[in-house]
């Protein structure tokens, strides 16, 4: 092992004696299964907040946006906006009927809605779907970080990241994952922050040279910001802030943090602060982009995924290089490590009740057990698809994601939470159309290299099209089986939207 | 707010009898409690409405503004290109203050449900 490699290994182990340490901690408060679905629905809003936002910014949000800023510029920025702005829309349109629905899952939410089993298997099917989909790249990244880091084989990454999760997540479930969330979120933060201030300073002292100028050619390309290209550009863009906008709602890793609140009040509260602690996140990684853009230009060609843990190096020498290297790994390696746990656990909680903790012959697991065993199945097999199917595209996977989510759950749950009309016929047609479209376009994405020309483009970025489209067949459907609106419908209504302090029936 | 109380039972019965509440004509699914439902819904999603409103007016015109004025790319205000301020810089304080706005509103609105239904007709 060379001295090259220290930083990272240093820091690659603390964050993982930090995580498992601080989950043993939060175990001695997980008790029952409400502690490991939903932590018990007594998370106080700045606590919660700082989970979600740990569990929410992705090795996409680490490592992935300082990447594509310095080799596409300011488009790019599309990412982060729109990754924040999707909490505005769930604020003003979600957070506080999804906590009042009183729920535990999406696929729960849609039983209570629409009091059907068959709505409710679409909805499980969906979240292990995106779950899994989600999940990859999040192996995939932590693969390539250790590789970067410290040079490890590429499987090693994977197995590290699903090894730390399965056992916070495993044993103690959604209570001891709120305070790891938590805690991550600060680091992911400092381990961003401090090695920037350092950066900047050296800039500055290099005489501040402009990046925008800097290297060579494209200099206001590098400052449009909307893709190349006219108007399939413009339709990219679009469909990029369609999908991440609407996007976040659907996620199932997002949407399982609410019901953690105590009341819709708090659900709301929550929401702003993380819109807050995203906005102060969301500032840093353009830094690094414009600095590797007079730095580091080469990388823009050869793999712009390890801009965020090169520049300190390439930037600073000696130990203070060394130093901020550990850092700016520590926080990659926790951005794996927070993600993942939160997806595992959305998916453990759909799998824990629809797969793992039903009657099998005489033999039924019970609450907890089937929790765990939903986990090892949540996380075992993007793990290993993630080993076998080494290189899908990091950023990509995760785009697409966001596409299936905005144009499933979203319809479902903007219809399902504003529109009394809104029937089990229509929501099985929404999320066949919405899934099956933006389905396709995932598969499509992840087969041809194809990337020119109306069809590449339309299905790239499916959201603008295929969001629409599952709405328009939701609303279609219920008109035509108008009929069979729930009877409950009106009762439920009542539940969401109704301040907890007015006594009601709910 | 020190005390809450969740009901999930059936609704507790006032003492007094022959008052008709905007919350008994809610549970007992009458027109009136339908109209009180519909008032409350209405001005929810009229607020949350405006603010999305809001935020395709300011935000979500950038594109389509710079692909009609392709000059604002080399536009700068002090070091920074304006795309750059506006997208990296300005637009997260923004979203700040809409859902504060929104927030403030949306809490308004309930109390004013809260205290139009809990008050008692004689």
């Keep these: 092992m060379s001295t090259d490699v220290v930083p990272g290994f240093v820091a690659v182990v603390l964050v993982t004696v930090a995580t498992l340490a601080i989950g043993t901690w939060g175990l001695r408060f997980s008790r029952t299964t409400s502690d490991f679905f939903v932590a018990s629905r007594s998370v106080r809003p700045g606590l919660n907040a700082s989970a979600i936002g740990g569990e929410y910014l992705s090795a996409a949000s680490f490592l992935g946006v300082a990447g594509l800023v310095l080799t596409f510029g300011a488009d790019m920025l599309w990412y982060p906006v729109g990754w924040t702005a999707g909490y505005l829309v769930l604020l003003v349109l979600v957070a506080a009927p999804l906590r009042r629905s009183g729920a535990y899952t999406l696929p729960d939410f849609a039983e209570a809605r629409l009091g059907s089993r068959g709505v409710r298997a ?18 995939q990244g932590a693969g390539l970080t250790l590789r970067a880091a410290i040079g490890a084989p590429a499987w090693v990454g994977p197995l590290v990241v699903a090894a730390v999760v399965l056992i916070n997540v495993g044993s103690g479930g959604m209570r001891s994952i709120t305070f790891v969330q938590a805690f991550q979120y600060w680091l992911k933060l400092t381990a961003l922050l401090l090695p920037a201030c350092v950066l900047l300073a050296v800039w500055a002292g290099d ?11 494209g200099a206001d390309f590098w400052s449009l910001p909307l893709g190349e290209g006219g108007g399939q550009g413009l339709y990219v863009t679009y469909s990029l802030i369609v999908a991440t906008f609407l996007g976040t709602m659907g ?30 996140f969301y500032l840093l990684p353009p830094v690094y982009g414009a600095l590797g853009r007079i730095y580091a230009a080469d990388l823009a060609a050869a793999g712009s995924d390890t801009l965020v843990l090169e520049l300190p190096r390439l930037m600073v020498d000696g130990p203070l290089g060394e130093v901020l290297t550990g850092l700016v790994t520590a926080g990659a390696f926790a951005a794996f490590l927070s993600t993942s746990s939160g997806l595992s656990i959305a998916v453990a909680g759909v799998l824990s009740q629809d797969v793992t903790g039903r009657r099998y012959g005489a033999r039924r697991l019970s609450g907890v057990s089937a929790f765990r065993a939903g986990a090892v199945l949540a996380v075992v097999v993007p793990a290993f698809v993630s080993i076998a199917a080494p290189d899908v595209g990091v950023a990509r996977t995760v785009g697409l994601a966001f596409a299936v989510a905005a144009s499933t759950f979203c319809p479902l749950l903007l219809l399902g939470i504003w529109w009394r009309g809104l029937t089990a016929a229509g929501a099985v047609a929404g999320l066949l159309v919405g899934g099956l479209g933006s389905g396709l376009a995932v598969g499509w994405t992840l087969v041809s290299s194809d990337t020119t020309g109306w069809v590449a483009v339309l299905l790239g970025q499916p959201a603008a099209w295929s969001v629409p489209a599952a709405l328009a067949a939701m609303v279609l459907v219920s008109r035509a089986t108008r009929g069979q609106v729930p009877a409950h419908a009106g009762r439920f209504m009542v539940r969401l939207h109704t301040p907890e302090a007015v006594q009601l029936e709910r | 707010m020190n005390e809450r109380v969740r009901v999930t039972g059936p609704a507790r019965r006032r003492a007094t009898t022959g008052d008709r509440s905007g919350t008994r004509e809610i549970d007992a699914g009458t027109e009136l409690g339908r109209v009180y439902m519909q008032s409350l819904l209405r001005e929810q999603l009229r607020l949350a409405l405006g603010i999305l409103g809001l935020l395709v007016v300011t935000v979500g015109m950038l594109p389509l503004v710079f692909h009609l004025l392709p000059g604002l790319a080399e536009v700068r205000v002090g070091p920074l290109p304006l795309s750059w301020l506006l997208l990296g810089v300005v637009v997260y304080p923004w979203l700040i203050v809409l859902g504060w706005f929104y927030i403030r509103r949306s809490e308004a609105n309930e109390r004013d449900f809260a205290s139009l239904v809990e008050e008692v007709e004689r």
């Design chain 1, 122 to 139: 679409m909805c499980s099917v969906l979240v292990v779907a995106i779950g899994w989909l989600y999940l990859l790249p999040q192996f």
């Design chain 1, 207 to 217: 005489g501040a040279p402009d990046p925008t100028i800097g290297a060579g050619a």
């Design chain 1, 251 to 280: 996620l199932p890793h997002v949407v399982v943090r609410f019901y953690t609140n105590p009341d819709g009040r708090a659900a709301r509260r929550t929401t702003l602060v993380v819109l807050a602690l995203l906005g102060l």
